[in-house]
């Protein structure tokens, strides 16, 4: 799970009924919106159905920045860390200004929820208005040269499936076909561009829509809408730290703030499909039973062999969980920690079929390092 950047201006930081205890506010950072929503008004709810639109915005350029500094040691993830967080907190500030929740930082990706009145006309704007800002802030200088920062995006409005499950905590997953088809709508995009599906399309005035693209259309000029920054509840008895992998709760609050280094680290993407038949053909309780298996089945691999539960990420069909063996804390063999790991995992005969590794062509509970 990544700190979402600047928590300044996150949309958890400012809260409608006073300040935050000292807990809350080095934890709320990492956990969306709706997440503190849902833990507040429905604790014991495993899944939920929201009608809105959806931007999955990526950005290109961190990678290669990041390679470059990697040989400057900690000065060099310090600037990766700064250019990151000053890149984002300027996206997020176009992003939050038009009414949008942040539901997942992907490194170099956001996954915004805009609901509400014009949600999808506030999603394309803030699209095109991070687009500009990133425009004229995304030629950064490092110590390594100057970086090119491009990005592009995909939006789909419709009807989302979140489910909010596990065990030794509450992870909040984002699949189901509608969040297949903004993946969808993003893997379809190109660097500079802005795809949104037919259905987020049939919301926009035409004089904003450019061409067809594949699956969708592209957004030629800025819609006309008009949103605002979306504060949190009084968060007073809401279990945030429930939301927080325990391996990342344990560092925050006991041994304080991350700071920027390059480790050592093992890392498994364990990928999960399959949701949207099951949405489709048995509806979102079924889906919320086999998702919830495979939260705490993996949880349960992952504390057992001092693995971290990083994060997850959207995919078609499913998603992905990111594990980490060697951060935040170190224990030695991270390979053999994670390789059993997800060898527990793909041999505990999950309701979902799985893989593990860097490939998308695996076959179920296949594992390729």
Request: hydrophobic share 45%.
């Amino acid at each position: 799970m990544a700190r979402r950047p600047d928590r300044r201006t996150i949309q958890g930081m400012t809260t409608i009924d006073g300040e935050l205890s000292d807990s809350a506010a080095e934890l709320v950072s990492f956990v969306p919106r709706l997440t503190i929503e849902w833990l507040r008004s429905s604790p014991d709810l495993r899944w939920l159905e929201v009608d809105g639109t959806l931007a999955f915005v990526d950005i290109s350029g961190f990678t290669a920045m990041s390679e470059q500094l990697s040989s400057r040691g900690r000065a060099g993830a310090e600037e990766v860390t700064d250019v990151m967080n000053a890149t984002f907190s300027a996206l997020l500030e176009q992003a939050y200004a038009l009414g949008g929740g942040l539901l997942k930082f992907g490194g170099d990706a956001l996954l915004l929820l805009y609901e509400g009145e014009d949600h999808a006309a506030r999603a394309a704007k803030a699209a095109f208005e991070m687009r500009a800002t990133l425009r004229a802030i995304g030629r950064p200088r490092t110590s390594a040269g100057t970086v090119q920062l491009r990005m592009h995006a995909g939006l789909h409005t419709g009807r989302f499936q979140f489910f909010l499950v596990g065990e030794s905590h509450r992870e909040l997953l984002v699949t189901g076909p509608a969040a297949s088809r903004t993946v969808e709508m993003e893997a379809a995009s190109e660097a500079g561009e802005i795809l949104v599906s037919p259905e987020t399309a049939a919301e926009l005035e035409p004089s904003t829509l450019g061409e067809e693209k594949g699956p969708g259309r592209l957004l030629r000029a800025e819609p006309e809408a008009t949103g605002s920054l979306e504060l949190l509840p009084d968060l007073d008895g809401v279990p945030i730290e429930l939301a927080v992998p325990r391996p990342l709760r344990a560092q925050l609050l006991e041994v304080g703030p991350f700071e920027g280094e390059h480790r050592h680290a093992a890392i498994a993407f364990v990928r999960y499909s399959g949701v949207d038949e099951i949405i489709a053909t048995e509806g979102p309780v079924a889906a919320a039973e086999a998702i919830a298996v495979l939260a705490q089945t993996i949880q349960q691999a992952a504390d057992d062999h001092d693995v971290t539960f990083l994060e997850s990420d959207v995919d078609r069909d499913g998603g992905r969980i990111i594990l980490v063996a060697g951060a935040p804390q170190t224990f030695g063999d991270n390979e053999e920690r994670l390789l059993r790991t997800v060898r527990t995992i793909v041999d505990a005969g999950l309701p979902l079929p799985v893989h593990v590794g860097d490939r998308v062509s695996l076959e179920e509970n296949d594992i390729v390092f």
